[in-house]
């Protein structure tokens, strides 16, 4: 089993996840059809989902077989943590402006993207060769 979690790539999951994200929200920016609706809403789900549980298996095979529990707990923390600050900071930046939401969600979803590429993933792989 670690076998498969230390050589889990999850590069192009993230990448198609974050794809999907920013397709759905431009769907819901630029379209005001309840079938559009459904299918960004689809396209959400499935890029929060496959990007979702790509970072839990990073966090999850990071630690050391005793430690497992502690990385899980820390991810649904985060987790939880980035949905509360998610909610405070749409009330906060879209207050007089509720159309822009979108637009800042596509930015951070195209700007956590480059730093995934470009510092998490190489960082991620030296650690797990470090560990091996």
Request: net charge negative; aromatic share 12%; charged share 15%.
């Amino acid at each position: 089993m670690s076998y498969v979690l230390s050589h889990a790539s999850g590069r192009s999951e993230v990448e198609l996840g974050q794809a999907a994200m920013i397709g759905g929200l431009l769907l819901l920016n630029y379209s005001n059809g309840l079938i559009n609706s459904y299918i960004a809403g689809i396209l959400l789900g499935m890029g929060i989902g496959t990007t979702v549980s790509r970072f839990f298996i990073k966090m999850i095979s990071l630690p050391r077989h005793c430690e497992r529990g502690t990385g899980n707990n820390t991810y649904q923390l985060l987790w939880e943590a980035g949905v509360l600050a998610g909610f405070l900071f749409e009330n906060i930046w879209t207050e007089g402006h509720p159309d822009t939401i979108y637009w800042i969600c596509i930015g951070i979803c195209a700007v956590l993207l480059l730093m995934y590429e470009l510092f998490t993933h190489p960082w991620y792989y030296r650690k797990m060769e470090e560990k091996q």
